[in-house]
Every structure is written in structure tokens, then in C-alpha cells.
């Protein structure tokens, strides 16, 4: 599993301007992480904790009003924001590949399967003729797609959900990139599908040894896909570490409550309720964001922002009760999360 | 199951004609067989929770009992009576008494109308309640579902996600409702917003005695919220039972299929998973024309020779536990 580091992600701050630079919404605070080869990191939390803010700095294509402020991407060593348009636009689809959650709007209707999947092969690999088309067959044939020299001369209206996201998983691969950050890819499709799908982009890794970014807010898929999971919340980590261990026993209480308010397949025990909605980013408590609607909340959380404590190895939660809690055993699972 | 269903669906049938292509040119390509012989029935106070993937046809159901669209054949009945036979008054009582929450909060509340409006025209059109107290009752629904009286007065989009959702709960329960058809109902929300909104339903149950009729695609949701489960597949009912036994103890292909390929909680379930996991391959078939005999053949890893000939009906393998299989004696313990 280890490998070498391929993305060093360093403190990411992320802003987006509103209303003429009046209002400044910190959308990704102090977020750091690192992908080596063969390795997938799942970054996980509810809509607006800064997820997919993090992947588009890290790919530069932030909208308009949105800026990196601090930190650094290095790309095995390289600082992705020294770079040029121009070279930047190289690393897109050459050294890091993207897979988008909605197929249908990540395909351009016009153009052809082949036209689509020989781009980043064509542009960033200077494949041409025989071998180009060669390198497409292998592609569409690696994702499963049924007799590809028929199917690479159709249209995406032609093909099923879950084929549409298998070409998108292609076009991915086409150019042979370091990392791929895949942004819910599966959402959109159904059970089976799904599960077809995630072994698949698991078997690839194991033949490409490509680095996985997994963005998600479902926490079954970063148990089925991830060595390490970042639970994120308002923009900033929470909780970092091995998979195994965060599931195991979440340090962090929304990270624990989060994992908890999951149902469970055949079991009727009651789902862990988290009070509350998650703040406005404009309007951050001082403290700790979870404060107001954590159960384990004391006078020192709403005074400062935790800072990430290492709780075991390579695993970190920014919470300043942590040590304390487990040791109570309150944040385990299945305790019941009053505390005394 | 309770001694008298409050709904009661027996045989249902919805066909609907293939497009004719662009204008109407052209030659019929068939009939999609959306809905193709399904029977259940839900008790009162009872949840049942139809599961299956996209096209299925557990929307279709949904309509049909809403009756927003006729069944092409089969029976609703609700409360001792034929649904397809009211008229007038009666239809009007049946529509107040089955009431829906969609999947997503933000196209089912209109933007233009106040909360109190939402909830309190359900009141206007099958009440004779005077404003005042359609106020009254209006504050109550919403102090109900964990909203405040007072946020009556703001309109949808000041609201989240899951707050529109427990606005249109409230809206389907203001004028006492018996049962709400629930399709995705909390899909479209945050995890943990989601928790919020299954525990206010499964408390709203407890203390009103409504029967549910929850449609989903995430087994884990539909396993902990229906005290019955019915899996389709392309427009049929292939298993049906107690949730907690479906859900650990399938019998079915497909329903077995389902559920290896469903999430695990815990990462060490992943890998107890991939070891059991039932070969499923392929993709959903179209509803237009259906495969012969089961409609699971050619993507079951059982099937033979009998399975593409002969449709299987369902049989019971256990009390209250329904399965549509040739090969059931060869499914036990697949899982």
C-alpha cells in the first residue's frame, strides 16, 4: 500500500467573495492531507463542509469570487500553483484525472465515445492513429464496456447510467494520471451499478497504481474504498486517520455522531439524532463550529478553534476533549453519547 | 400482518404504450410493462417499504395509489373500498386520508406561498375550518414536526433542506391523515439531517398510529424504517417479508444480489462482503419487453433451463416471508 507521496496537500485555505468582497466565507480552513501511490483517501462530511471546494483548488478551477489564500499543493514535489495556465492545464487530464458525479452532464452529447476518450490520450500523451485507437479499445475494454469497436462509434445518449460513468471513469484513464479525484461518482447510480462500479476503480488502482480522492458523503463507500479517511465540518478537518480506526473508534464527536446516525442494514435500534443544522459559513462560532451542536461541548470549546491532536498513529481530531472522552469511553460506539 | 389492511393492493397491473416515436410517426414499439402484477397490503399504524433500483416501477406504484394515473388492471382497495370506484365526496375523503412526501424539498413546496399557506390550503379545500383556527392548527403541525408556530409566516427558501422536508410532512398530516406514501422521502438530505427526519417520522408513527408506504433505493434506510419489505424488479414483487429477516436472510437472487451489493457500515464488513458476495453482473433489462419466464434469468447466477420458460410465483418460505424463485431450497444460507 505505501508508496511514494504523489500529493502533499499543506494548509489549504480557500475564500469565496460575496456581494462585491463585503462578505468573505471561508469555504476550506487549514486543511492538510497526503496521497501516495496505490492509496485512497476519502474525504467525507455534509453539503457545504468544503469537500469539493478542496478537490477544485487543488485542480485550480475554482469559480469565479473563489481564491486559495494559503497553503500549498505539491504534486510529487511540484507547487501546483507556481505553475503556469498552460502548464496547469497539462497536469488537468495528464498527471490528475477527475470523475464527476453526474455522467450526463460530464459527457459532451455531440461528440462520440472514441472522440471523447482519445482526448487526454491524444492531447497529453501524443498518441495518433493505430495506437491511439488502440489505447481507446484498451481503455473502453478495461471498464467493461461490451464490444468497444461497436460501442466507441455511439453517442452518450446511447449508453445506460452506469456505462456513461465507466466512460467517464476512461476518459480518467485516458492519458495515464498519478491521481484521480473522483467527486461522488456514484451518486447517480443504482445499488448494483454502484457496487459494480467501486470494484472496478478498485481493480484499476490495483493495476495503475493510481492515487484515489474519494469525495463522498457516504460514509458505506469510504468503508468499502479507503485506507484513510478526513472528516470534514465547516471547512476544516476534523478527523483524520486509517480507516479501520476512525470506524472504529471516532475521536471526534460529529465524526462519532456522523458515523452513528447512519442506519444500519436489519437493525432497528434507534439512529443516533444530531441536533440542529450545520452553521452558516459566514457566521462561524469563535471556537470549535460543532460546539453549539455537541453533546460533549464545555465552556473551553466555543472560546478557540481546536487545533488537530494526534490521538494514535496517523490518526488526528480536532477536538480538545478527545483524550478525555475516549477514556470515558463516551465517544466510543455504542455508548449512548450523554455524558455525566 | 393486523386483521384488517388499511390498503390493499391485489394484482396490480400498469402498462403504459411505447413512444411512437417523434409525432406520434411510426409504429408502436410495445408496452412497457411498468407495474406487471403486484399484490401487498399494509396495516394500519404499519410501515412497508418497497425497495428496488431505477425502473423498477415503485414510483409507478406510488402513483397508482395516489391515483394520479388509473391501473391498466388490479385493485386498490382502501379501507374496505374500491379506490378506482370513488367518486365525489368519497374521492375527496381518500385523497385527505393518503397524503405524499416527495424526494426533494426544494421542487414540492411552492416558492410563492407562505408556510402558513402550504400547510393550511390542505385545511381550506377539506375542512370548513375558519381561518382562525386553520392558524391554530397550523402552528400545531409545525410545532409537530419540530418547527416553530411562528416560522409560519416565512416563505420555502428560508428554510434547509431538512426543514422543507419536515414542512411537508407537516402539510401531509395537517388535515389527519392515515397514511402518507413517503417516495425517497429523506434521500435527498444530509446524514445527519436524514437521522433527524427518519426519527421524527418513526416518532410521528408512534404517536398518530399513520401507516407508512416508504419507497427507497438505500436498503439500509428502507430495512430500518418498514416493519415490511417488498423487493422489485422490473415491475414484479420477488420477495417479500419481515424487514429484518429479508434484509439477513434473503432468499432471492436478486434481493441477495442487493444485498451483498449494498454499503457495508464497517470496514471490516467490506471484507466479509466481498467473500459472499453473489456475482451480479450486467445491467437492469428495459420493461419493455421483459425477459421471459423470471425476469432476473439472465442476470442470475442460479438460472436454468425452467427459469427462462416459466414465471416463478411467490411461495412462502416462512411466516410471513414470500419469495419468487424455481430454485428456493438452492438459495437458503446464499448469503
Redesign the interface.
Known amino acids: 500500500m505505501t508508496g511514494d507521496v504523489l500529493l502533499d496537500v499543506q494548509d489549504l485555505e480557500t475564500e469565496y467573495r460575496a456581494f462585491g468582497g463585503s462578505r468573505v466565507i471561508k469555504a476550506v480552513d487549514g486543511v492538510s492531507f497526503t496521497l501516495e501511490a496505490g492509496q485512497t483517501i476519502g474525504l467525507v462530511g455534509?453539503?457545504g463542509c468544503g469537500k469539493t471546494t478542496t478537490c477544485l483548488s487543488i485542480m485550480r478551477l475554482l469559480p469565479a469570487g473563489a481564491r486559495v489564500t494559503g497553503g500549498r499543493v505539491l504534486l510529487e514535489g511540484r507547487d501546483l500553483a507556481q505553475l503556469s495556465d498552460r502548464e496547469m492545464q497539462h497536469v488537468r487530464g495528464n498527471e490528475i484525472g477527475m470523475i464527476l458525479q453526474d455522467p450526463m452532464a460530464s459527457l459532451n452529447p455531440l461528440f462520440t465515445l472514441y472522440d471523447q476518450v482519445r482526448e487526454p490520450a491524444y492531447h497529453h500523451r501524443g498518441l495518433r492513429g493505430g495506437a491511439l485507437r488502440e489505447r481507446v479499445l484498451s481503455l473502453l475494454g478495461s471498464v467493461r464496456i461490451p464490444s468497444p469497436e461497436v460501442r466507441m462509434r455511439e453517442y452518450p445518449h446511447q449508453m445506460?447510467?452506469?456505462?456513461r460513468q465507466r466512460i467517464a471513469g476512461a476518459i480518467a484513464l485516458s492519458a495515464a494520471p498519478k491521481v484521480i479525484i473522483a467527486d461522488e461518482p456514484t451518486t447517480s447510480l443504482?445499488?448494483?451499478?454502484?457496487?459494480?462500479y467501486l470494484d472496478l476503480l478498485k481493480s484499476l488502482q490495483r493495476d495503475t497504481g493510481v492515487g484515489l480522492i474519494f469525495v463522498t458523503?457516504?460514509?458505506?463507500?469510504v468503508?468499502?474504498m479507503c485506507d484513510d479517511v478526513m472528516v470534514m465540518y465547516a471547512g476544516r478537518t476534523v478527523e483524520h486517520g486509517p480507516?479501520?480506526q476512525v470506524?472504529?473508534q471516532a475521536r471526534h464527536p460529529y465524526a462519532d455522531?456522523?458515523l452513528r446516525?447512519?442506519?444500519?442494514?436489519?437493525?432497528?435500534e434507534?439512529?443516533?439524532?444530531?441536533?440542529g443544522?450545520?452553521p452558516n459559513l459566514a457566521d462561524l462560532p469563535p471556537g470549535c463550529a460543532f460546539e453549539p451542536r455537541c453533546p460533549h461541548a464545555i465552556t473551553e470549546c466555543a472560546q478557540a478553534v481546536p487545533p488537530l491532536l494526534e490521538v494514535g498513529p496517523g490518526h488526528t481530531s480536532a477536538c480538545i476533549r478527545s483524550v478525555e472522552l475516549a477514556a470515558a469511553g463516551a465517544a466510543a460506539p455504542g455508548a449512548d453519547g450523554g455524558e455525566a | 400482518m393486523t386483521a384488517e389492511p388499511l390498503l390493499e393492493v391485489t394484482d396490480l397491473v400498469r402498462h403504459y404504450p411505447a413512444g411512437k416515436g417523434l409525432l406520434g410517426m411510426g409504429s408502436s414499439k410495445g408496452v412497457v410493462k411498468a407495474v406487471d402484477g403486484v399484490t401487498f397490503a399494509i396495516g394500519p399504524g404499519e410501515t412497508f417499504g418497497l425497495v428496488g433500483e431505477s425502473g423498477c416501477g415503485k414510483t409507478t406504484i406510488a402513483k397508482l395509489i395516489l391515483r394520479i394515473e388509473p391501473p391498466t388492471s388490479g385493485r386498490i382497495m382502501f379501507d374496505g373500498r374500491d379506490v378506482a370506484r370513488l367518486t365525489g365526496k368519497e374521492l375527496l375523503a381518500y385523497r385527505r386520508s393518503v397524503q405524499a412526501v416527495f424526494q426533494d424539498p426544494f421542487g414540492s413546496l411552492s416558492p410563492r406561498m407562505r408556510v402558513a399557506d402550504i400547510v393550511g390550503e390542505i385545511l381550506e379545500i377539506h375542512t370548513s375550518m375558519t381561518p382562525a383556527a386553520i392558524a391554530t392548527r397550523v402552528g400545531e403541525v409545525l410545532d409537530l414536526v419540530g418547527l416553530r408556530p411562528d416560522q409560519a409566516r416565512l416563505f420555502p427558501h428560508e428554510f434547509s433542506g431538512g426543514q422543507r422536508q419536515r414542512i411537508a410532512i407537516a402539510r401531509a398530516l395537517a388535515a389527519d391523515a392515515r397514511m402518507l406514501v413517503l417516495d425517497e422521502a429523506v434521500s435527498a438530505l444530509d446524514v445527519s439531517i436524514r437521522a433527524q427526519v427518519i426519527t421524527l417520522l418513526e416518532q410521528l408513527q408512534a404517536d398518530l398510529g399513520v401507516s407508512y408506504l416508504y419507497i427507497g433505493h438505500d436498503l439500509a434506510t428502507v430495512s430500518h424504517l418498514a416493519d415490511r419489505v417488498g423487493v422489485m424488479y422490473l415491475g414484479r414483487l420477488c420477495e417479500v417479508g419481515d424487514s429484518v429477516t429479508v434484509s439477513t436472510d434473503p432468499r432471492h437472487p436478486y434481493t441477495q444480489a442487493l444485498f451483498a451489493s449494498a454499503l457495508p457500515h464497517l470496514p471490516d464488513d467490506a471484507d466479509a462482503a466481498r467473500e459472499v458476495a453473489v456475482p451480479v453482473t450486467g445491467e437492469v433489462p428495459s420493461a419493455l419487453n421483459p425477459p421471459s419466464g423470471c425476469r432476473f434469468h439472465p442476470r442470475c447466477p442460479l438460472a436454468e433451463a425452467r427459469c427462462s420458460a416459466e414465471e416463478p410465483v411467490l411461495v412462502q418460505v416462512d411466516e410471513a416471508h414470500h419469495a419468487a424463485c424455481h430454485l428456493l431450497p438452492l438459495t437458503v444460507g446464499r448469503r
Open positions: 455534509e453539503s445506460s447510467g452506469g456505462m443504482d445499488v448494483t451499478i454502484q457496487a459494480q458523503h457516504d460514509l458505506g463507500i468503508a468499502k480507516v479501520r470506524f472504529g455522531a456522523l446516525s447512519v442506519p444500519k442494514m436489519g437493525s432497528k434507534p439512529l443516533f439524532r444530531i441536533d443544522q450545520p
